[in-house]
């Protein structure tokens, strides 16, 4: 079975060689309807929309930092952080009680929708999260949406 050029098992897809995204970093992959952003960090592979579910700034552009000990990505528009393994929202809060102020990271929950991400015989696969229930990025996956980007991107590119 195919699926945009991927050769599919059910929900598994392969989405190219170790080799190959270990040295890109970052790969954006078109998988059915979900565009799904692919990172390799530190050892580790993520796999998340790469539309942030803020406002749909592309993620693929974001830095990756650690906050509280949590490797998250920074989108590049509102500089929102999103857990790379999670998908949380991250924000810092401070208790006004307290007479010195001190900032802790605190979530705001799922907000990003994670995919699955495995490596076999030096090829990488990706399994797409289909949990039920909404996720906050799966708007910016929307027909709708995407119509919408598109045309706009087209006007700017005239």
């Known amino acids: 079975m195919s699926l945009d050029g991927f050769s599919a098992s059910r929900h598994t897809l392969f989405i190219g060689k170790k080799e190959n995204i270990i040295q890109a970093r970052r790969v954006v992959k078109s998988v059915g309807e979900r565009d799904v952003l692919v990172i390799y960090h530190q050892g580790d592979f993520y796999a998340i929309d790469v539309r942030c579910y803020h406002s749909g700034g592309p993620l693929q552009e974001g830095d990756i930092e650690d906050f509280d000990g949590r ?3 920074v989108c590049p528009w509102h500089k929102y952080k999103i857990t790379l393994a999670e ?7 401070v ?3 307290v007479k010195a102020l001190k900032p802790t ?3 705001k929950g799922i907000k990003q929708r994670v995919h699955t991400v495995t490596v076999s015989n030096e090829d990488v ?3 797409l999260n289909d949990s039920p229930g909404p996720i906050d990025s799966d708007y910016y996956q929307t027909e709708k949406y995407r119509n919408t980007f598109l045309k706009e991107g087209q006007k700017k590119t005239k």
């Not at 949380?88 to 809060?93: I, R």
């Open 71 to 73: 490797t998250c990505i």
């Open 87 to 93: 998908g949380e929202g991250l924000y810092q809060a």
């Open 95 to 97: 208790d006004p009680s």
């Open 105 to 107: 990271w605190c979530s």
């Open 125 to 127: 696969f990706l399994t």
